[in-house]
């Protein structure tokens, strides 16, 4: 089911659906290139879902690849890139969300359920051998010692 | 005429549901056995009366019958004929009427097979199973009703998606509702044991079988829709963490994790509140899979799922009931007895970190596909969560517990024997370090991570054969002795060791083509000779053709390896008549070293292209991993143990009754 319903925006997306970076756009330094192929693989093609702009033909995924590398060649790091973009498009641009106070919740919460989880497993196991160590072992019922004998007899 | 048949065995199902649902229910409150027997010829019915509605859809597909608005809509009488049959599911409310269908298979299952259950036990799973049922029944007839007509009816419809014209996605859909509705199985299990207030190892020796079908039908279900995505979407990538894809991810692994700790139950009679809990999660899971990806809330271009009424609809199964499960669980679970105990390193340790990991992970891909969904609804702030952030939660919690997956089969219940594992494990460990060795020399200055990722997948695929190799006592008996020993081992535990070594060796195809995927991206001249990842490549200009609903443009190429020619691949770009929509079909060429894969790009000038090609290493090994996964299930599930039938009660009252140490 879930492709099925994928596909339905994937076709929109898919007059030419052929992954990205077209020859012309490649820098002719490949380290500046290298940088460029890293930040765009982090970026989303905002008209496309959950591509990144380096995935993504759209032709606002062109213009973003090709934007990356201007920058990049004029001299701006990575992380002033980035920040160029959020300010443009905002923080949906991002496909790494960022560290702040609105993420920690998304950032946090796997890990903390994790630490949560490894202390109610020690606590529930504790309390557990503790019950066990302490409950009084049960004497057979009169019904119990009458099988019991019976088993015993027969074996 | 027929159309009207399956309309009408569409309500009459909707009918026996509801019958299905109340009075086997009742009869278990009451203790009348007639009424408890209602639910299994109930059972068999509904699925009787969906078949026919379901068959009366396809055979409306099959003859391209436009009077019916959902052929119309999605179906065209130049389609071929496969693909006129996976159109049936190819929309909302035909996909609807296949997961209701099989829905009513699990149910009619398990009034079949289920013929050893108590009476009152069954009653219950029946009638909840039944309940389910009567929610999506109504849905289906409320707002998504396949049978609608069309008057005047159309000449002719407006044709099937072609990128869903696909083989491996025509066969998709099944096997992903295989596994969703087949969770349900556990999950009316759970509901039933709750209503009954009894669970002792037998319930998890009734749900396992069950819920092994249904996580082998996932299985393979994302395992073709990745396969799918890798050869059809063009840029060779073969997961993506879309939320869709999460979707099917998350039951898939809350599936696993049950799977886990129902073994702990079954033999242990420990772990019971949480198999129960994770039994109910795993379905909800399913549920919610289907409320994102047919309510719109996902993303807004979802073009079957942008009525909020149907949302609505789906939202409010899933909280009637995950909540009216959850309620009953949090009511109940304090009268459930716990089971035994037993030492942090044993075989019941191990499953509990496997459990713990897994569902840790599921909880990560949870959060991050709705955190943007609840962020935009609480602040209104719009961010995106995509696979940086996916692999850097996921990923690190995978390591772990790979590193682990080799002990615990070899761990003995109730208290292991760490050092003796590890010495048997020594084997695997031996290997593994010179794997890792022998692929840092190789790769050099490549990614450093890559190495140790293989060694990762070698020491799973390693660890599981130790242990197979162990119990039969390889090179420490004589020949005859390994071989009656082979013989005799009990086929579940084959399985384990196959669903084991399918996780390595996916691993290994997963580190492969993500750490060294070779990627060039050129502009090719008709006759020009490329040289790729060890290829030769000749390019040679591109023809026109003509398929059955499309036509297409095929690029040439010639590979050559060392002036000997290997193969000829086509790339074409395709352009189907209706709806009018281009599709790129790769040219993908398989060895057990990586893929050749190519991709034939827009005309340039004087009759150049724009070619990307793709060497993915090892990339095979992902698909054949989930294909020995699957097979390990099936050997599990074909194991006399599981089929034979469950212990009697006086049997499981003894087990309980057991002095716990």
Not at chain 1, 44 to 52: D, G, H, I, M, P
Not at chain 2, 151 to 155: I, M, S, Y
């Given at each position: 089911m879930i492709r099925f319903f994928a596909i339905i925006w994937l076709a929109w997306l898919m007059t030419v659906p052929v992954k990205a970076v077209e020859p012309d756009e490649i820098l002719k330094d490949p380290v500046l290139e290298a940088r460029a192929r890293k930040i765009s693989v982090d970026l989303?093609?905002?008209?496309?879902?959950?591509?990144?702009i380096d995935d993504s033909n759209a032709p606002l995924a062109r213009d973003l690849r090709i934007l990356v590398r201007e920058r990049l060649t004029k001299g701006d790091s990575d992380a002033q890139v980035i920040d160029f973009l959020v300010a443009r498009y905002?923080?949906?641009?991002?496909?790494?969300?960022?560290?702040a106070p609105h993420t920690m919740i998304l950032w946090f919460s796997a890990p903390v359920l994790f630490l949560i989880s490894i202390f109610v497993i020690f606590t529930a196991h504790r309390r557990r051998s503790a019950e066990v160590a302490a409950a009084p072992v049960k004497a057979l019922s009169a019904k119990e010692k009458r099988a019991l004998k019976k088993l015993l007899r027969r074996g | 005429m027929i159309s009207e048949i399956g309309h009408f065995a569409l309500i009459l199902g909707l009918g026996v549901a509801l019958a299905q649902t109340i009075l086997p229910i009742w009869g278990a409150q009451c203790g009348n056995l007639a009424l408890m027997r209602i639910g299994t010829s109930a059972a068999q019915a509904q699925f009787v009366l969906i078949l026919i509605a379901f068959i009366a859809l396809t055979v409306a597909y099959v003859t391209s019958d436009f009077s019916l608005l959902n052929v119309f809509q999605n179906s065209h009488s130049a389609k071929p004929m496969l693909y006129k049959i996976s159109g049936v599911w190819g929309n909302h409310e035909g996909s609807l009427l296949l997961w209701v269908l099989i829905l009513a298979l699990f149910g009619g299952a398990v009034a079949v097979f289920?013929?050893?259950?108590?009476p009152d036990l069954k009653a219950n799973v029946l009638g909840v199973q039944g309940s389910i049922s009567v929610a999506f029944l109504l849905f289906m007839i409320m707002t998504?009703?396949?049978?609608l007509r069309l008057?005047?009816?159309?000449?002719e419809g407006r044709g099937l998606n072609p990128i869903l014209q696909d083989p491996a996605l025509s066969f998709h859909p099944p096997f992903l509702y295989g596994g969703y509705v087949g969770f349900s199985i556990a999950f009316s299990f759970a509901v039933a044991a709750l209503i009954t207030g009894r669970i002792d190892p037998a319930w998890a020796r009734w749900v396992r079988p069950w819920t092994l079908m249904a996580w082998m039908s996932l299985t393979i279900g994302i395992a073709m829709g990745s396969w799918w995505a890798y050869y059809e979407l063009g840029w060779g990538g073969w997961w993506f963490w879309d939320p869709v894809e999460n979707a099917s991810f998350m039951p898939w692994l809350s599936g696993t994790a049950l799977l886990h700790s129902a073994l702990v139950m079954e033999k242990r009679d420990a772990l019971k509140i949480w198999t129960i809990l994770l039994a109910i999660l795993t379905f909800s899971l399913s549920l919610m899979g289907t409320f994102l990806v047919r309510s719109g809330?996902?993303?807004?271009?979802?073009a079957f799922a942008t009525d909020p009424e149907r949302g609505l609809y789906i939202l409010g199964i899933l909280v009637i009931f995950s909540g009216g499960a959850l309620a009953l669980f949090a009511s109940r679970a304090q009268v459930l007895r716990q089971g035994g105990i037993f030492a942090p390193m044993s075989r019941e340790g191990a499953l509990v970190l496997n459990n713990l990991l897994i569902t840790t992970a599921c909880a990560a891909v949870f959060i991050g596909t709705l955190y943007p969904l609840a962020l935009e609804a609480v602040t209104g702030d719009k961010i995106s969560v995509g696979p940086p952030f996916f692999n850097a939660t996921f990923g690190p919690l995978m390591v772990p517990l790979l590193l682990a997956v080799p002990f615990g089969p070899f761990l003995a219940w109730k208290r292991g024997d760490i050092l003796g594992v590890a010495q048997r494990l020594s084997v695997a460990a031996v290997v593994t370090a010179l794997v890792v060795i022998a692929a840092y020399s190789i790769s050099g200055r490549g990614p450093w991570m890559a190495p140790l990722g293989l060694g990762l997948g070698i020491w799973v695929i390693f660890g599981a054969l130790s242990e197979i190799a162990f119990r039969v006592k390889m090179f420490r008996a004589s020949w005859e002795e390994v071989f009656r020993r082979l013989r005799s081992l009990p086929r579940s535990a084959f399985g384990a060791t196959f669903a084991h070594l399918g996780i390595g060796v996916m691993v290994l195809g997963v580190v492969g083509t993500t750490t060294w995927q070779n990627e060039k991206i050129l502009e090719v001249k008709p006759g020009e000779i490329v040289n790729f990842s060890g290829y030769d490549l000749r390019f040679d200009g591109v023809a026109p053709a003509q398929g059955p609903n499309y036509r297409e443009q095929i690029g040439m190429l010639i590979v050559t390896r060392g002036g000997e020619e290997i193969t000829r691949l086509q790339p074409s770009k395709r352009l189907y008549d209706a709806p009018k929509t281009a599709t790129t079909e790769a040219g993908i060429y398989a060895a057990w070293a990586g893929d050749l894969y190519v991709v034939l790009g827009d005309e340039l000038k004087e009759g150049a292209y724009t070619i990307r090609f793709y060497f993915n290493p090892l990339v095979r090994l992902i698909w054949i991993g989930t294909l020995i996964m699957f097979f390990g299930g099936f050997l599990s599930l074909s194991d006399r143990r599981l089929r034979v039938g469950a212990p009697k009660r006086a049997r499981v009252a003894q087990t309980a009754a057991a002095p716990a140490e």
């Open positions: 989303r093609c905002l008209v496309c879902q959950n591509q990144s905002g923080e949906f641009v991002l496909l790494r969300p960022r560290f | 289920g013929r050893n259950l108590p998504s009703n396949p049978f008057d005047p009816a159309p000449f809330v996902l993303t807004s271009v979802h």
